[in-house]
């Protein structure tokens, strides 16, 4: 094993004891995606995977309301 080792990301949202995630947030959604619009990957934030999908439903809502982009030129 190696002498340095990382600590395991926590959740944000468990951390804040978020149940709900409003997808009209779009500050912290945009914290979420990358800047082509993807959604990153849980490993990348930490986000446990209820969280993740309950993110990447809000995510997706907010693309059909047009508070997110869904590609960025």
Known sequence: MSEIQQEKKQCH???NKMDK???KDAYLIR???N???K???P???GTCAKHQRILANAIKKARVMALV???AR
């Open 31 to 33: 914290r979420f995606m």
């Open 13 to 15: 949202f468990c951390q």
């Open 39 to 41: 959604i990153y990957p």
């Open 21 to 23: 995630i409003d997808f």
């Open 43 to 45: 490993k990348r934030h």
């Open 35 to 37: 800047s082509q619009g």
């Open 69 to 71: 982009p869904f590609v």
